[in-house]
């Protein structure tokens, strides 16, 4: 059974606190993004990664970063963490191969910043 | 900004009844894939429809695509109250970038 596992289902942390979000992936795909999903925008990009140590941004990549030092392993950084950055992630992954184009997700961290 | 437009935005119906959700898109697509949202969680993928597709049939899913109109649709025959959750469709630009769409929550009661 294919996996995508977040580190956290939700959180709570500080304004200007660090803040890490992990995903792990099982099935070996060389593509993982990460999302925020808010009510009536849908799902954003935040920043995807092809390979190991290679990442791109997507549509809203200010205030984050993110890591990708092992294949199955992508985090998501907020450097200092706002409370505009409240919301619902999702971490996904895909293969590189062009025939299967289906994202796996995880279940999502909901953050809170206080 | 979104690529993808569902509509309606929310979609109540009864058991047994068919449920149509439709997509709208802006620019060429490789492929649609349609996903399902149930509260709180991760997405799953329902069903993937190439360009060079006009329809596709999944179970109780049936999808179509015109690529003239840019725009999709799902259709869930036989609704049952598990098929209760938001419907996202999503556009592929290029080798990595999906665009989702902003969903269509549908309830379906029993």
């Known amino acids: 059974d294919v996996k995508v596992t977040q580190s956290s289902r939700y959180l709570v942390k500080r304004t200007g606190e660090k803040v890490f979000l992990e995903c792990v992936q099982d099935?070996?795909?060389?593509?993982m993004f990460w999302y925020r999903q808010d009510p009536g925008l849908g799902l954003r990009l935040i920043y995807f990664?092809?390979?190991?140590?290679?990442?791109e941004k997507g549509d809203i990549p200010e205030g984050y970063s993110v890591s990708r030092e092992k294949k199955e392993r992508f985090s998501l950084i907020l450097e200092s963490a706002s409370t505009n950055q409240t919301s619902m992630y999702l971490c996904?992954?895909?293969?590189?191969?062009?025939?299967?184009?289906?994202?796996?997700f995880g279940p999502g961290t909901r953050l809170t910043v206080l | 900004s979104q690529q993808g437009e569902e509509d309606p935005q929310a979609l109540s119906i009864q058991e047994g009844e068919n449920a149509t959700m439709n997509c709208s898109y802006k620019?060429?697509?490789?492929?649609l894939q349609w996903y399902r949202q149930n509260s709180g969680r991760g997405l799953v993928h329902l069903i993937l429809?190439?360009?060079?597709?006009r329809e596709k049939h999944s179970g109780r899913l049936r999808v179509t695509l015109d690529t003239s109109k840019k725009s999709s649709s799902l259709l869930i025959t036989a609704s049952r109250a598990a098929d209760t959750a938001s419907y996202f469709c999503?556009?592929?630009?290029?080798?990595?970038?999906?665009?989702f769409g902003t969903g269509t929550r549908l309830k379906v009661l029993a």
């Open positions: 429809i190439r360009s060079n597709e």
């Open positions: 996904a992954s895909s293969t590189a191969e062009i025939s299967y184009n289906e994202q796996f």
């Open positions: 099935m070996d795909h060389e593509n």
């Open positions: 999503a556009t592929q630009e290029g080798t990595y970038k999906y665009i």
């Open positions: 990664s092809y390979d190991v140590k290679m990442k």
């Open positions: 620019t060429s697509i490789n492929n």
